[in-house]
């Protein structure tokens, strides 16, 4: 199963959700997506806005695809399964910023997560293939929590100025 999740951001996220719903015909395989707050409702795939746990989906999950906040550190840690991440992004008015590209990239360059920027790069065969499982060494952890702490204190210095 392929799990998509999307969190519980107030902005829309169309732009992956569509994607999928859009390739899910070309997969033999059932995906799920929790939508959230995104208007688009998927033709092709079961889904759902929100629940209560979203741990019954990970365990099922051969794959998960998601957007890149803070919780997906939380899941590289803990599930040790595939993933893909596509940060929302401020050109599409997904997000007010672009930390979420950001905290991807930190991630894609410590544990190997798949980082997508461009949707057209999720095609049927990337899914069906993809089974890479991220990495967490002691070492690219303690160089994640330093990336951590200076983004927070050049967050933190930008409402001083």
């Known amino acids: 199963m392929i799990f998509v999740t999307i969190g519980t951001h107030p902005g829309q996220f169309d732009r992956l959700i569509k994607k999928i719903d859009e390739i899910a015909p070309q997969i033999d395989e059932e995906i799920i997506i929790q939508t959230g707050f995104t208007n688009y409702v998927p033709k092709n795939v079961k889904h759902f806005a929100f629940t209560d746990t979203l741990e019954p989906y990970y365990k099922k999950a051969r794959l ?71 990495l967490i060494k002691k070492n690219n952890l303690l160089k994640l929590q330093s990336f951590f702490k200076k983004t927070f204190k050049e967050k933190a210095n930008e409402g001083k100025n």
């Open 64 to 134: 998960v695809i998601c957007h890149s906040a803070t919780s997906l550190l939380e899941f590289v840690l803990t599930q040790k399964k595939p993933i893909i991440t596509v940060p929302r992004q401020k050109k599409f008015k997904e997000h007010i910023n672009d930390h979420q590209v950001e905290f991807a990239e930190a991630l894609q360059e410590k544990t190997g997560i798949k980082m997508i920027l461009d949707i057209q790069e999720i095609t049927p065969k990337l899914l069906q293939n993809y089974n890479k499982k991220p």
